[in-house]
C-alpha cells in the first residue's frame, strides 16, 4: 500500500513565522502535490511538483513555497504566517497520470496561526 | 478554466433510502475521480472513471461517467449509517493533468 505520511497531524504557530510542512511517501512517486482544504471550498491546490527540484504553481500560490530536493519527500513552507493561512493542508502524490492512478493522500495537517 | 460543481452540498437521509449525488464539469475531460472522506480523515480514493459510459460499482456505491453531458453521478443504494462521509469528485485537466475539484457532499445517514 501507499503510504504518504505528513510530519503533524496539529500544528499552532503565531503571524508572521516561518512555517514548514513536510510530507513523505514511500512510494517512488514522481508526482506530488500540496492542496490547502476549507469548509465550502473543496480542495485547492498550492503547488505540485512532477520531479525532483521542479515545481509548478497551483490555484493558490501565494503565501506559500515549496522544495522538492529528493524524491520522496515534498515540504510547504510558508514564508510569514498570516491568520488566513489558518487551514487544513492535505499531501498527495500518485506515479504518474498515463497509469490512471488516484492520488493517494496523507492525513493532513490542521495549522492554525493565532 | 475547468469547474467542477457538486450538488447537493449537504445531504441528510434515511437509512435503507436512495439517492444521487452529481458532479459536472465544464470543459473536457476523460478523467474523473471520486473520492471518500471521513470527519478528521484523509481523503480515500473510490472510483477512477476514465472513460464514456464508464460504470464502476463497489458495495452500495455506484459511480457512472457521460463526458458527452460533463456529467458523473454517484449512486448511493440502500444507504446505511456508515456511509457517511464527505463525498468529492475530481476532475483531470487535460492540459497539464492536475485535478480539479469539486467542493464536496457532506452526507449524513441517520439511522
Known amino acids: 500500500d501507499v503510504k504518504v505520511t505528513q510530519s503533524s497531524r496539529y500544528l499552532v504557530k503565531r503571524t508572521g513565522e516561518k512555517v514548514f510542512l513536510e510530507c513523505v511517501q514511500d512510494?517512488?512517486?514522481?508526482?506530488m502535490f500540496w492542496y490547502r482544504q476549507d469548509p465550502g471550498l473543496g480542495l485547492r491546490l498550492i503547488y505540485f511538483s512532477y520531479d525532483v527540484k521542479m515545481k509548478e504553481k497551483g490555484d493558490i500560490p501565494e503565501g506559500y513555497s515549496v522544495s522538492r530536493e529528493k524524491k520522496e519527500r515534498f515540504s510547504l513552507i510558508l514564508e510569514s504566517a498570516s491568520t488566513n493561512q489558518t487551514s487544513m493542508y492535505l499531501c498527495?502524490?500518485?506515479?504518474?497520470?498515463?497509469?490512471?492512478?488516484?492520488?493517494?493522500f496523507g492525513d493532513g495537517t490542521r495549522l492554525s496561526i493565532l | 478554466e475547468l469547474k467542477v460543481e457538486q450538488n447537493p452540498l449537504f445531504l441528510s437521509m434515511q437509512e435503507g433510502k436512495n439517492y444521487t449525488i452529481y458532479c459536472n464539469y465544464s470543459t473536457t475531460s476523460d478523467r474523473l475521480y471520486w473520492y471518500r472522506q471521513d470527519p478528521g480523515k484523509s481523503l480515500e480514493s473510490l472510483f477512477v472513471l476514465l472513460s464514456n459510459g464508464a460504470v464502476k460499482q463497489e458495495g452500495r456505491l455506484m459511480a457512472s461517467l457521460d463526458t458527452k453531458a460533463r456529467l458523473s453521478t454517484l449512486h448511493i443504494t440502500a444507504a446505511v449509517h456508515d456511509l457517511s462521509a464527505t463525498y468529492f469528485c475530481?476532475?483531470?485537466?487535460?492540459?497539464?493533468?492536475?485535478?480539479?475539484w469539486g467542493a464536496g457532499t457532506k452526507l449524513i445517514i441517520k439511522p
Open positions: 512510494m517512488d512517486h514522481e508526482n
Open positions: 475530481a476532475v483531470e485537466a487535460q492540459s497539464n493533468y492536475q485535478l480539479i
Open positions: 498527495a502524490s500518485f506515479l504518474s497520470s498515463g497509469g490512471h492512478q488516484p492520488q493517494h
